[in-house]
């Protein structure tokens, strides 16, 4: 039952009725031009029956015992796993806890879950922040190793409000860097500017793949796609949105590219024989 705030306690949120109330949104990763998505991120939300729709922060104040996180972290890495079936060209991207990964077994889970959902490995992104590997580097880093020798690609989040972003590029085998919004919010100060065009150049100098988040603005778009970044994330392109309107939006993508123009044919010349 709700308190006077409306707030549900933990223990009437566990089991079948917290479940139900659970929904995974997702926002769509669009190649540089903007035309084509590459990749969705899943975020939970939660549908709460008096106060409406509740954010992950929100909602992970209920999930405050170590039990509850697990279990909601697991359900939504299945959930997401399985909800990105519909969509065999796209990746998912799912972004974990630094306390999964400190979970010794967390890697051997995550590849039999892979496995049992039936998803390409390939198709899996953990996007993971760098706290996770201030604890524990070694559990992290051997976390890390063995999700990518599964195929299990890895992006680092919110990159750059962090400490030590630098030294830990050239420790961490990363395949994605993802750009903090605070520096797309800013990109039209010549600092900001300088600093997005820098942290593009030396992940791509280390074979990595760049996604700036928070684009809002077409001018953000323009210069990010200038500067080489790979890929795009941000309500410019879609907010957070049902795994149908990903469907839908898939969808519409195939009928623009069809509805253009087809290159015109090279003439055929037939030769008259004598
Ligand atoms: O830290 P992480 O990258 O996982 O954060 C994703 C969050 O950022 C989501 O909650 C999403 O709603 C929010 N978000 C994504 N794109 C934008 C944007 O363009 N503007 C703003 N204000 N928030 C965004
Ligand atoms: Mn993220």
Request: with cysteine; hydrophobic share 45%.
């Amino acid at each position: 039952m709700a308190n006077d705030e409306g707030i549900v306690s933990d223990k009437e949120m566990v089991g079948p009725i917290r479940r139900s109330q659970l929904a995974l949104l997702f926002q769509p990763q669009l190649t540089a031009d903007g035309k084509t998505i590459a990749c969705v991120e899943a975020l939970i939300r939660q549908e709460h029956p008096t106060r409406g729709r509740l954010s992950a922060g929100e909602l992970l104040r209920h999930y405050d015992t170590v039990a509850l996180r697990e279990e909601l972290d697991w359900w939504v890495m299945e959930e997401a796993c399985r909800q990105a079936l519909r969509w065999p060209d796209l990746s998912v991207s799912i972004n974990v806890t630094a306390t999964q990964f400190r979970n010794p077994d967390f890697a051997r889970h995550v590849l039999a879950l892979i496995a049992r959902v039936g998803i390409r490995h390939d198709r899996v992104e953990l996007e993971i922040l760098e706290s996770a590997f201030i604890k524990d580097f070694d559990m992290a880093t051997a976390n890390i190793n063995q999700l990518r020798e599964g195929g299990v690609r890895i992006a680092l989040d919110d990159f750059g409000t962090g400490y030590s972003s630098l030294s830990y590029l050239l420790r961490i085998p990363i395949d994605k860097l993802k750009i903090d919004k605070s520096f797309v919010d800013k990109s039209d100060s010549l600092q900001s500017a300088a600093i997005i065009q820098a942290l593009v150049a030396m992940a791509r100098a280390l074979g990595m793949k760049v996604t700036a988040e928070g684009v809002e603005t077409s001018a953000q778009h323009q210069f990010l796609r200038t500067i080489g970044c790979h890929y795009l994330q941000g309500y410019l392109f879609s907010p957070p949105t049902s795994a149908d309107a990903i469907t839908r939006m898939l969808d519409e993508q195939m009928r623009v590219r069809h509805a253009m123009p087809a290159p015109a044919p090279v003439p055929v010349r037939i030769q008259a024989t004598a």
